[in-house]
C-alpha cells in the first residue's frame, strides 16, 4: 500500500457520516496565512520569528513541529508529519492553552500577527462553546465523548507544472485528472468549551 493510501485511509479514519465541501473547509487551513501542505516551517518561523524546530522519528514516523505562544498563554503547533519535513510544506497544526508542565520550547507570536488577545483561526478560538464551534465550522460533526470530527473534501485542478510532473510518472494519466483534497478538524471539548484544535491537509491523486 503507498504512503498517499495509508494517509487516505488515517484521513477517512476520522470522518464523520457527512462529508462537506472546500467553502466551509478550505478556510480553516490557513492560519495566520500560512497555507497547509504549501508553506514551509522556514518560512513560517522567517515571519513569526525565531522558534525551534523539535524533530522526532525517522521515516514514516518522523515529524518536525514549531510552536509559538501568546501572552494570552495560547499555543500554537506547526507540524510537519509523514510525508513533510522542516523544509516541506507543514501538514497540519494544533491550537491550545499552555501547558503546566512538561511545555516545549516556544517562540512568542508577535504581536503584528494578532488581531486580539486571542488566537483566531477564521472564528475558531479557544473557549468558545460547542455549539458555537458548530456554528463557526458550518457542518455537523461525529461526536466521541468529549471530541467532534468534522471533515471536508473536495477536488482540485492541477497547475500546468503539477501536469507535467504527474505524467513523467505516469504517462498514461487522463487529461482530465484532479487532486484530491482532505481537510480534517478534530475539536476536543471540555466543560462545554473548546480546549483544544487540530487541523490536517491532505492531497491525493
Known amino acids: 500500500m503507498s504512503k498517499n493510501s495509508i494517509i487516505l485511509l488515517l484521513i477517512l479514519s476520522f470522518a464523520p ?17 500560512f497555507e497547509l501542505g504549501k508553506t514551509t516551517l522556514l518560512k513560517i518561523r522567517n515571519k513569526l520569528g525565531d522558534a525551534k524546530i523539535h524533530e522526532k522519528g525517522n521515516a514514516a514516523a518522523y515529524t518536525a ?11 500554537i503547533e506547526f507540524k ?11 501538514n497540519a497544526y494544533l491550537l491550545r492553552n499552555k501547558r503546566a508542565k512538561g ?27 460547542k ?52 481537510v480534517s478538524i478534530k475539536a476536543k471539548i471540555k466543560n462545554n468549551r473548546l480546549v483544544e484544535l487540530t487541523v490536517w491537509k491532505s492531497e491525493t491523486f
Request: net charge negative; charged share 30%; hydrophobic share 30%.
Open 17 to 33: 457520516l457527512k462529508t462537506y465541501g472546500k467553502d466551509l473547509g478550505d478556510r480553516f487551513s490557513k492560519p495566520f496565512g
Open 65 to 75: 513541529t514549531i510552536c509559538y505562544s501568546s501572552k494570552n498563554n495560547e499555543v
Open 80 to 90: 510537519s508529519g509523514e510525508l513533510g519535513h522542516w523544509n516541506l510544506g507543514f
Open 103 to 129: 511545555e516545549m520550547e516556544c517562540g512568542e507570536l508577535p504581536k503584528a500577527s494578532m488581531e486580539s488577545k486571542n488566537i483566531n483561526i477564521d472564528g475558531l478560538i479557544l473557549g468558545i462553546t
Open 131 to 182: 455549539d458555537k464551534l458548530i456554528e463557526v465550522i458550518g457542518s455537523e460533526p461525529r461526536i466521541e465523548k468529549d471530541t467532534l470530527y468534522f471533515t471536508f473534501d473536495w477536488q482540485r485542478d492541477m497547475t500546468k507544472d503539477e501536469k507535467e510532473k504527474m505524467k513523467k510518472q505516469w504517462p498514461d494519466m487522463p487529461p482530465g485528472a484532479k487532486y484530491d483534497v482532505y
